[in-house]
């Protein structure tokens, strides 16, 4: 044998092993609706959150829940993990402020937030849905924060509604005349009422001021480019709006997804090209059956499938409600998908799940409840 081929042969044996030892993964499984302790020994409070993989570290942001309240008195938190299932309390990424006069005043509604990193500026940046204080579900913003530092301190920059006085892709101005040729008001839930807010009965009507922003989630795609996807116009359609290059604003390019759908809890992965997102129907804290959508590019067409859920409380997504998509590094087929069981009258010990997303032949994710499953166990 020659001696470049004994070294190859090495190096290749040297890979395997590598790969084996040096899997961050444990061999604890995940246990969805348990209660999920931190390196303290606390129920990882972090609702309505997402994950954000950096430097071979998960991040995972989410909503303090109080123990009576679901309004804000602390803020966004962060944990920290190598394996996804041993965290790390890293403490509040953003703290909600004591300033009365601040959007983000302790007692605000602060909801689903998420981390995103800026390759050009090495910058992270949180977008969340905030409510002022006080006014239930009117504001409906959308609001933005910075750090130099994956866990923060994030800093509160501003929050509004989205794109004001911009057109969305897929509207016309034949919608708009068409709206303004309707004579009375319609009334709500009926056929032509579905159809006038299909064709924009609230985008019109918040053209002007912009639009509003609920449920959310952000994704970064493999050019770098990142997107807003809320729940839009009453929670009626939601939109899927480009960030700027910095990610701290809109860059006013963005596209109406399921006009009258209905859908909250937004959340989205790729996979061999297609975009997938799953979401929920709208019935406040209580869980409903998941949507699920594809489409060939960001912008659309997005085409609505079967729900994915299958089995026992399929019809309810387990109990959950969607809330982020984690692509898992070093899985070439492993997608978790995230979900909240809430619980209002107890948000603290509200619950997770996490299940892998799977695939039908032709490539159509669904899920199936699993009582315990480890990641170890995916290639
Ligand atoms: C459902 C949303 O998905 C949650 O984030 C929260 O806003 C509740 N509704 C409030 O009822």
């Avoid at 040297?14 to 790969?19: A, D, M, R, T």
């Avoid at 923060?152 to 919608?175: C, F, H, K, Q, W």
């Avoid at 619950?351 to 990641?375: A, C, K, S, V």
Wanted: with cysteine; net charge negative.
């Amino acid at each position: 044998m020659n001696k470049p081929f004994i070294l190859n042969l090495l190096s290749v044996v040297w890979l395997g092993l590598c790969l084996g030892a040096c899997s961050p993964y444990t061999d604890q499984p995940i246990r969805s609706g348990e209660i999920w302790p931190d390196d303290r020994g606390e129920h990882i409070n972090a609702h309505g959150g997402g994950v954000l993989y950096h430097d071979n570290t998960f991040y995972w942001f989410g909503e303090h829940k109080g123990e009576r309240s679901s309004s804000a008195f602390v803020g966004v938190t962060c944990y920290s993990s190598k394996d996804l299932v041993n965290w790390k309390y890293e403490g509040v990424a953003l703290s909600v402020s004591d300033d009365p006069e601040s959007d983000i005043t302790r007692g605000c509604t602060l909801e689903r937030p998420k981390v995103i990193y800026n390759a050009k500026t090495g910058k992270f940046v949180m977008w969340f849905h905030l409510e002022l204080k006080g006014k239930g579900y009117s504001a409906a913003r959308a609001a933005v924060a910075v750090s130099d530092n994956v866990t923060g301190p994030y800093t509160y920059l501003g929050s509004g509604r989205v794109n004001p006085g911009i057109m969305a892709e897929n509207i016309t101005a034949e919608d708009f005349a068409w709206l303004d040729s309707l004579e009375e008001p319609l009334e709500s839930w009926t056929p032509e009422w579905l159809e006038a807010v299909a064709r924009g009965l609230y985008f019109k009507r918040d053209f002007e001021g912009g639009q509003m922003s609920r449920d959310m989630t952000l994704y970064v795609d493999d050019d770098g480019k990142a997107y807003h996807v809320y729940s839009s116009e009453e929670n009626l359609t939601l939109n899927i709006a480009e960030l700027s290059d910095d990610y701290l604003s809109h860059s006013g390019r963005y596209v109406r997804v399921a006009p009258a759908g209905h859908n909250e809890a937004p959340a989205l992965f790729k996979r061999n090209g297609t975009y997938w997102m799953i979401t929920s129907g709208c019935t406040g804290w209580d869980p409903n059956a998941a949507r699920m959508f594809s489409a060939p590019s960001i912008f659309g067409p997005w085409t609505q499938h079967p729900n994915p859920c299958k089995g026992d409380q399929a019809d309810i997504t387990y109990g959950g409600q969607s809330t982020y998509i984690l692509p898992v590094p070093g899985k070439k087929d492993l997608y978790i998908f995230m979900a909240d069981i809430w619980r209002p009258r107890h948000p603290i010990d509200a619950r997770y799940i996490w299940l892998p997303i799977q695939f039908e032949e032709d490539g159509t994710p669904f899920l199936e409840w699993m009582d315990e499953w480890n990641i170890k166990d995916y290639r």
